[in-house]
């Protein structure tokens, strides 16, 4: 390995890990939901509303996240990111509701720059050949670190640990992370640089956006996702317990094989994706399992199938959602790599931001303001989530093909 293939390597990792980090504390809510119910004197319906201002700050930084990668470059950016994370963890950690919101606001805003800048340093620094597996690890990792916050996280809280010592605790660990992060990132050259920067990116944006392409991207994903982002790192747990009537610690268990799953699907279709040489199979067919899974585990009999195939299943083949980032990458210019990624990330998390509150409010409506949900509550409020996978399948189809393969084929074609 070339002396410039080991620093991009370790860039890539250590942004990964960051990664890791804030993904964990974006499940941790999850499995906590009583807790922060009596602490905050609010209805687990309010506190779900305060844990998805997570995405109010995580969506409209994707664009500020990518932009700056192109501009100014992940050394200088990903450090600052890392410290916003840790002090919205000590603010969510305070006890005081209007702090929490605020944190969980800055956690968000600050999170979005690990998987930026991890799939920027992936993209600009490795062969597009190993793009959509690069990108797929990357998102291994977050997985991994939304596995923890459910499968480290719950049994420390059923042992008696305060929820607010973990919140604390995790928020020293992020501004540690980010004095570690600004020494040991390299130097990179961004990849492009304006006197007056604020109208490039300006222009980057624009350019992105007025793809189509960038917008079916963003649609994709953001539906294939909001079964993970929505309904299991926030609803997951309580479901299982008020609908399927299994015990905390079971119902913790359960859900996080969700985001288990992710870890090997993220880069097991990514990897599939680049020796095929095709992306829209690959999303098309996740999406495809990961509709009949959510469909099961909404309408299914219990004890037909093993406890923890379909959750495991379901974050497996919800692993294509990451794709459609390896696709507006392809689909457009070099130069606006990590602007694409923004924009991709904006689009998908918006619907995580704007549907959160609703899918709350119609759980709240149908239930007539009760406190215990019945599983026919939830087949009603979640029914949504199976329509939304169906029509990602079906935009799928109106994605321009960009993997290897064809590209190939096009400059042979050229060549002839």
Known sequence: MSPRSRTATLAWLLTAIYYFYQ???????AVMMPELSTAFAVSTTAVASMVGIFYYGYSPFSLIAGAAMDRIGPRRVVPIGAAIVGVGALLFGTGNAELASLGRFLQGAGGVFALVGAAFIATTNFPAS???????ATQMFGMAGGSAGQFLVGPLIAAGVPWSTF?????IVGLAMSVLLFILLPESKP??????WVKGAGQSMLLVFRNPQSILCGMIAGLLFIPTTIFDMIWGVRYLQEARGLDYASAVMRSATVPLGWIVGCPLLGLLSDRLGRRKPVIASGALVLLACMAWILYGRPNVVPPYLVGLVAGLASGAAMLPYTVIKEANPPEASGTATGVVNFLN????????????????????????????????????????????????????????????????????
């Open 130 to 136: 190993r793009a959509a597996t690069l990108i797929g």
């Open 349 to 416: 998390f918006t619907f995580s931001a704007l549907l959160g509150p609703v899918f709350g409010w119609v759980l709240l409506s149908v239930s007539g303001g009760g406190t215990t949900m019945t599983l026919e509550h939830y087949q009603t409020a979640f029914e949504p989530l199976l329509y939304g996978v169906a029509i990602a399948m079906v935009l799928t189809f109106f994605l321009k093909e960009t993997g290897p393969a064809v590209r190939r084929q096009e400059r042979t074609v050229g060549v002839a």
């Open 167 to 171: 919140w604390i605790a995790m928020g």
């Open 23 to 29: 993904y964990t504390l974006r499940s941790a809510p």
């Open 191 to 196: 990849a492009q640089r304006n006197d007056d």
